[in-house]
């Protein structure tokens, strides 16, 4: 099943995928369904008697826009570990956004006036279904609920100011989210999927699924040790290798760049990037 | 004014205080009630005519559990930078929390199970009253909707596991939050206000509120240049010199140890630390 969040009337709506159409369903967003008891069987009687909305007039807002808890892995992918020229980790590495951080997946990015370091990152996404306390890594791979696509672009400028990487990676409407989630049952990240991003048309990242020190059943585990996740929470797992501050020169996104970041079995995003209007 | 939230027939409740009473208000927090529209009305209304709890009764919640965003700002007293090592810095160094980190002003904190070093951080809390996006620190001092206490219980062990901080900084219910904010017209931080975290009566941590590198309004402004924030959203502002970590030997909480946690002028908090049960 794939699952997305619709832009209706002004408002959001989650949708099931049922062929080359979305069926509404009664939840603000993906994560609004996956907290409503019993979503597979609404999600299953909308297929045949939801509102469709043809996919290609669908309007994609970020896969999920109420998750209580957004958390992001760093160094998680050994190429990528490489060219920032650290050690392979023992612990995940992690840190938080905020929901209004994301963006659509086919939607324009603005460039921060702020920063003139803006960066890709291509990452897997794990979406959470069921509450998760001090988990197995056996108990939290049956905890997902499915997996999405994201780009957490940084801004390598302000996420280098100071220890925490936080203030680099978490402005307005930066993170693209989506199109759709792929429920766990039709995705196994530990095979070997393409993860990749292009920028207008040159591959820059290209690596697999199965290269993820940490796989998403290790980090939802290791994270509910410490805190409680719920269904719509999502993890971000770490980009590969390939990112623009590595390489000679860097380079960084500018206005008009195509960014195109895609998971082989879950789609691709497409996001233009836009300079800000001043004043 | 001085506001909290209670604890009210297995619910919450904001209330503001009225001698040694709180009157209760329609809201299920502070934070949703700074988001109400004319509270300020509200609260003035309920002081005459609401449900009054008596202040020795009253079960005191997190001051808000409904915030949108938690910031905390990290190395912010020059003594506190000082016995860290480090240099003053150019810019707040900042990370997350999430609602569910917070804990009562009064509440016991159980100590996790997975740390053996459990330290204290106490902190000026700014609560924000209205939407701030890309704001002067004048916009941000006039945004601001009062000021509160929190303990930013870090589980240093977990702090230091990576390059990134949050994993040691949001174990469940560990950051003691309130029990009161006093509203901005009557407290001013850029006074000497006493900042002191007491364990088991010995003084630990002794500052004033005036020693913050970046003020309260300095730090909802830096915010605002790259995420909006809201009513009800707070902001730790970081804390002064004496943490458990910088003694010597290092000092960590134990079992049963009374740990009190104040600023002058604002209040209070009690808060011990109870071995968790195992299985």
């Given at each position: 099943m794939r699952l997305a969040?619709?832009?209706?009337?002004g408002s959001t709506r989650a949708a099931v995928r049922v062929g080359d159409s979305y069926a509404l369903l009664e939840a603000s967003d993906v994560a609004a369904l996956l907290r409503t008891p019993g979503w597979e069987a609404l999600a299953a009687r909308a297929q045949s008697a939801g509102t469709m909305v043809p996919s290609d007039t669908a309007d994609f807002a970020?896969?999920?826009n109420t998750a209580r808890?957004?958390?992001?892995c760093g160094l998680n992918y050994k190429d990528h570990i490489k060219e920032t020229g650290r050690d392979t980790p023992e612990f995940p590495t992690?840190?938080?956004?905020?929901?209004?951080?994301?963006?659509?997946?086919?939607?324009?990015?603005?460039?921060?006036?702020?920063?003139?370091?803006?960066?890709?990152?291509?990452?897997?996404?794990?979406?959470?279904?069921?509450r998760?306390?001090?988990?197995?890594?056996a108990e939290a791979l049956r905890s997902i609920a499915g997996y999405s696509i994201a780009n957490d672009i940084s801004m390598r400028d302000w996420q280098q100011r100071t220890l925490q990487w936080l203030q680099g990676k978490v402005f307005t409407a930066t993170t693209p989210l989506?199109?759709?989630?792929?429920?766990?049952?039709?995705?196994?990240p530990t095979q070997p999927h393409a993860v990749s991003t292009f920028v207008n048309g040159q591959a820059?990242?290209?690596?697999?699924?199965?290269q993820l020190i940490f796989t998403s059943a290790d980090l939802l585990s290791y994270i509910s040790t410490f805190t409680v996740l719920s269904p719509g929470d999502i993890v971000l797992t770490g980009t590969p290798?390939?990112?623009?501050?590595?390489?000679?020169p860097p380079q960084y996104l500018l206005n008009g760049d195509l960014l195109v970041t895609s998971i082989e079995g879950i789609g691709s995003q497409r996001n233009v990037m836009k300079e800000a209007k001043l004043g």
């Open positions: 969040t619709l832009r209706v009337n970020p896969l999920v808890k957004i958390i992001c992690l840190f938080g956004k905020f929901n209004d951080t994301l963006t659509g997946a086919f939607d324009e990015i603005e460039l921060p006036i702020e920063s003139d370091r803006v960066d890709w990152e291509a990452e897997l996404v794990v979406v959470v279904g069921s998760l306390s001090k988990a197995t890594p989506g199109p759709e989630m792929v429920t766990a049952d039709e995705f196994d820059a990242q290209e690596s697999t699924t199965d290798g390939g990112v623009g501050m590595g390489k000679t």
